[in-house]
């Protein structure tokens, strides 16, 4: 038995070596095809193939290989072939080999986070301090990775932990700029310099501030970091409001509070971006009140001063003009984000630290001054030349010379208003004070503009800008009458106040029509974080599907499902069943909808006399949807016009001044019945006492096929148009029944008949003369006259609507208006 067993040992013994001989493969006996067999075990970790393979090997573990002139370690190191690695440095590999770029493997094990490579490769006395050709060392890696657990352990071996790469950067540096906190502590506990510069005089600090690292800056400061600029003068600052980084700003600024009018300071600069300042000034402006408050009254300040530098005659124009406009577009956004905006929850216009509002604004009413004194002086000049043409050049002088002198001695802060030399000089070359004003006044009032509406809740127009325009009206007209590009530049206040447009129409009027479109588009898109976002891609749940069968309703419904803000950022059509997309089908769908709109099919709108304009059907509610269509239609035209899309409709006149909230009067009719419109003219010129017409104050409308009689006041269906009241009919009438008028006003935002407030001002309409009255419906309403049937039916902007009186937030000096209306 024992022998039995013996032999059977034998047998296996034998069998185990002819089964391992028959699967192990020799390595070929040039390094070069032998590295490429091994390569891909040491990849997959096999390090008991590999083991086996260089057994009875001649394989130099020490062979580079590739472009990259890399070993077997490299490979492994790179990997985390724990095993492999250790097998190759028992065989003798070189922990400190550097391939072509000067990397060790410990380089790459510290770039991949290989720990346990490390480890192994520290025991094999691998060198830490080696430098790649970049200079970067181990430690370079791990902190641009932010791998502090594994720097905790590597620290200990560096001999300097402030090793610079080629560029002068040091591990802090690098791990700084990427943010990794814990990090920068290991690096500071280790004893890295943090003020140490690079070659370009970049700190630690510079470094966390260019990329917005608020966290490594915070520690920074905290550990004693100096604030220091590189060798070009840049700053930790200037990096943080160039790249719009709000929170690394406020930690600069919570540690060097000088740094604060540094920032307001730099709102001049326009070597960076408007929107990066007004980001990082509303961010740090909200931290707190005080911040609130400080910015804005210290943007007012350097708004006034560039302002008067604007007025002044020897200063750049452009450059100031810029400087003013920008300060005062990121005052105002400050403000209006603020816990004072007139459009938040804070009735009474207050700030946190009980602050008024206006108070913010008190720095920039020296501008407004100076501004005034200017066109007084204009106004002045404009009269005398008027009266005496010849002596325009002497009293103009006078003039200025006398402005210069009064504004020294009332106002300081103008001294730099006027240099009369300059002045005349300029007067030499053939210029008269008009000329060398305009532009700069101008500017200034558009930054008035900007200022008073901030101060407003939104889509209401200053009164005290309306009354500013109005006071100076024929000075501003003459601006605009010689250089009518000033509209176009500064006066974009006459786009949101048809009022005040109305003023200025007949010049707006002689311009070419694509000047006035470019301001038109150059305003709906002012403000706007990027103004070419309406042609961006939509995704596929943006994209309009339409059936053409059905191309209304189906438009309606899928414009209805999309939101303002979707359909302003870019428009996409797809007709159902068919694969077209892009701008040609969007334009397509626009012509084929417009011609829908004006389908008689849906009692939209009818077509007026001349056969090519229409006009709102006045039996529309036949179709039981019409009021949703209109709005669709409305929603439409607006697309269209927004999208700058062309549309197959034409309206008649009356509609398009009820669009634009312009009063309509009987000449309008012209364009929906040119022979009534006659007739009425007639009826105004001729005497008709004797001529037996039986007019009535009504009129008769074609209701499906009916036609129904329509008093136009109350009773009027039995009162006769005669010689004495023939302007009645037409125009309204002249006097104002104040009770009538009581009764018809409605109440909003609080405010009721009850409220003192309330009584207080019909107690001052009733004793108001007629003339009065009549100047205050004006005021509101745009037009002096009462509609026919009186109050009850007067018109808005989208039909009849009532007088209304509202509650505004509080504001000093905040006058009456009519922009709700």
Request: glycine letters at 6%.
């Amino acid at each position: 038995m024992e022998r039995a067993m013996e032999q059977l040992n034998v047998q296996l013994t034998r069998l185990t070596r002819s089964l391992r001989r028959a699967r192990t493969v020799e390595l070929p006996e040039d390094n070069e095809t032998a590295v490429y067999t091994l390569m891909p075990m040491v990849m997959a970790g096999q390090h008991r193939s590999v083991s086996e393979l260089l057994q009875n090997s001649r394989f130099d573990v020490n062979y580079a290989f590739g472009r990259v002139k890399r070993s077997l370690l490299h490979i492994a190191a790179n990997c985390g072939s724990v095993e492999c690695l250790v097998l190759l440095l028992k065989k003798g590999a070189n922990p400190n080999y550097q391939d072509i770029s000067g990397c060790t493997p410990l380089h790459l094990a510290a770039r991949n986070g290989q720990k346990k490579c490390m480890s192994k490769l520290l025991e094999y006395n691998a060198d830490v301090n080696i430098c790649n050709n970049e200079g970067l060392t181990a430690i370079h890696w791990l902190a641009v990775n932010g791998r502090t657990e594994l720097l905790h352990d590597l620290v200990q071996h560096v001999s300097n932990v402030d090793v610079e790469d080629a560029m002068g950067q040091t591990a802090l540096h690098v791990a700084c700029q990427n943010g990794h906190k814990t990090t920068v502590l290991c690096l500071l506990d280790s004893g890295a310099d943090i003020n140490r510069p690079n070659v370009s005089g970049a700190t630690p600090l510079y470094f966390a501030c260019s990329h917005g690292q608020r966290d490594t800056a915070q520690i920074l400061l905290s550990r004693g970091a100096k604030y220091l600029p590189d060798k070009n003068g840049v700053t930790p600052l200037d990096l943080c409001v160039q790249g719009g980084y709000g929170e690394t700003c406020e930690i600069l600024i919570q540690h060097h509070g000088r740094l604060f009018q540094t920032l307001v300071q730099m709102t001049q600069n326009d070597d960076i971006k408007e929107n990066m300042v007004r980001q990082v000034l509303e961010h740090v402006s909200q931290q707190s009140d005080s911040n609130y408050h400080k910015i804005l009254s210290s943007l007012a300040e350097v708004a006034t001063t560039n302002g008067h530098k604007l007025l002044s005659l020897s200063s750049s124009y452009e450059a100031q003009m810029k400087n003013l406009l920008r300060i005062v577009r990121i005052f105002c956004h400050v403000f209006c984000l603020g816990p004072s905006s007139p459009n938040n929850d804070n009735d009474m216009g207050y700030n946190g630290n009980k602050t008024p509002r206006s108070q913010v604004f008190k720095p920039l009413e020296l501008l407004w001054h100076s501004l005034e004194e200017w066109l007084v002086l204009i106004s002045t000049e404009l009269e005398r030349n008027n009266k005496n043409s010849s002596s325009n050049t002497e009293i103009a002088s006078l003039l200025l010379k006398q402005h210069a002198s009064d504004c020294l001695e009332t106002t300081p802060k103008l001294s730099c208003l006027l240099d009369p030399q300059i002045v005349m000089e300029a007067k030499a070359d053939g210029e008269d004070v008009i000329s060398m004003t305009a532009n700069r006044l101008s500017a200034v009032i558009q930054a008035f503009y900007l200022c008073c509406s901030c101060q407003m809740p939104q889509g209401m127009t200053s009164p005290r800008f309306i009354e500013f325009v109005c006071k100076h009206d024929e000075v501003l007209k003459c601006f605009v009458t010689r250089n009518p590009k000033i509209i176009f530049n500064h006066f974009h206040f006459l786009l949101e106040c048809p009022e005040l447009m109305s003023r200025f129409m007949h010049i707006i009027k002689a311009q070419p029509f694509k000047d006035r479109a470019e301001w038109f588009y150059e305003h709906l898109l002012a403000g706007q974080p990027d103004s070419d976002m309406v042609h961006r891609p939509v995704s596929d749940s943006d994209i309009l599907l339409i059936h053409r069968d059905s191309i209304f309703r189906s438009s309606c419904d899928s414009v209805s499902k999309s939101t303002n803000e979707k359909l302003k950022q870019g428009i996409a059509v797809r007709f159902h069943g068919e694969e077209g997309m892009g701008q040609g089908v969007v334009r397509e769908w626009f012509d084929v909808l417009s011609s829908e709109i004006i389908n008689p099919d849906y009692a939209l709108f009818t077509q007026s006399a001349d056969g090519t304009t229409f006009q709102p059907n006045s039996n529309s509610s036949v179709n039981p949807d019409h009021l949703n269509y209109f709005q669709f239609a409305g929603q439409i035209l607006g697309l269209a016009l927004y999208h700058r899309q062309l549309v197959n409709i034409y309206f008649t006149r009356s509609f398009y001044k009820h669009i634009l909230g312009i009063p309509v009067n009987y000449q309008d009719v012209s364009s929906i019945d040119p022979e009534y419109a006659k007739n009425l003219q007639w009826i105004l010129d001729n005497d008709i006492s004797d001529l037996g017409l039986e007019l009535t104050f009504s009129v008769e409308t074609d209701v499906f096929g009916a036609m129904e009689e329509v008093a136009l006041k109350p009773g009027g269906t039995s009162i006769l148009v005669t010689q004495e009241n023939k302007e009645l009919l037409l125009s309204g009438m002249p006097e104002i029944d104040v009770e009538d008028w009581f009764r018809n006003t409605e109440y909003t935002s609080g405010y009721s008949v009850l409220e003192p407030v309330v009584q207080w001002f019909w107690e001052i309409v009733r004793r108001l003369t007629q003339e009065e009255r009549i100047l205050l419906l004006q005021f509101v309403t745009g037009s002096s006259r009462v509609p026919h049937g009186g109050f009850a039916f007067l018109m808005g902007g989208s039909g009849l609507q009532k007088f209304t009186i509202a509650a505004v937030p509080y504001t000093p000096n905040l006058l009456p208006t009519a922009s709700t209306w």
